[in-house]
């Protein structure tokens, strides 16, 4: 158990739908990472907050948004869902936002999307 | 723009032998950092090792280590008696500057089978 929780485990939706997954850091991490691990694209990286502000941006889609809270836990809204979407979202952390730092990962959120 | 290469999607090796897996990755910085990550069945991503670009030595942890070779841009990971447990998916990746902010960039993954 890496310390990372996220919510939900898993999650079927519709096409056009609106959700959000929820990602709870190990205490005392102060940044979150998230990626998107799909079959056709592998995992990419989606973005990095610190400390309630945005650190670094991949390839995120205009779609999706995510923060970061006072108590550091982030959410990452996904809308106009498309079946493409459909993927294991996971959520890391770490204890700084600087590079090289280790990243502990959540189990993730199966996402399917119908 | 930053890449990395896994060319072996699946590799298998006897229980208490050795095996490398391959990675490359092309990258015009000079300040980066580059990992090896695994995968088992439960999907669970766990750090297996990692290796400061500026730092000529090769990383070792336990069983684990890299051939690090910079100018080439190679890093390749070596697993020592091999585990039934050492079964899963490893991902090579490198994490660097790319416009002012770091980005993580990873490999298709390499499948390791371990034969008992």
């Known amino acids: 158990d890496s310390g990372v929780t996220q919510t939900p485990k898993h999650l079927i939706t519709a096409t056009g739908q609106r959700v959000t997954l929820r990602c709870s850091p190990r205490?005392?991490?102060?940044?979150v990472y998230w990626y998107q691990q799909s079959l056709d694209q592998g995992l990419q990286f989606l973005i990095q907050?610190?400390?309630?502000?945005?650190?670094a941006k991949g390839n995120i889609l205009e779609r999706f948004s995510a923060q970061q809270f006072p108590d550091l836990h982030s959410e990452l809204n996904l809308s106009s869902l498309e079946l493409g979407d459909s993927a294991l979202y996971f959520c890391?952390?770490?204890?700084?936002?600087?590079?090289?730092?280790?990243?502990?990962f959540g189990p993730g959120t199966r996402l399917t999307v119908l | 723009a930053q890449t990395v290469t896994q060319s072996q999607p699946e590799m298998s090796v006897q229980e208490a032998e050795t095996v490398t897996l391959s990675c490359t990755y092309d990258?015009?910085?000079?300040?980066?950092?580059l990992f090896w990550y695994k995968q088992p069945p439960s999907r669970q991503m766990i750090l297996v090792i990692r290796?400061?670009?500026?730092?000529?030595q090769n990383a070792t942890e336990n069983r684990f280590s890299v051939n690090f070779q910079k100018a080439a841009k190679s890093f390749s990971l070596k697993i020592s008696d091999s585990q039934l447990g050492d079964a899963a998916m490893y991902f090579c990746a490198s994490e660097g500057p790319t416009s002012g902010t770091y980005k993580y960039i990873f490999g298709t993954g390499t499948r390791l089978k371990v034969l008992a």
């Open positions: 290796q400061e670009a500026y730092k000529q």
């Open positions: 990258t015009s910085e000079s300040d980066y950092y």
């Open positions: 205490s005392g991490d102060l940044s």
């Open positions: 907050y610190y400390n309630g502000e945005e650190r």
């Open positions: 890391a952390s770490s204890v700084s936002g600087t590079s090289g730092v280790e990243q502990f």
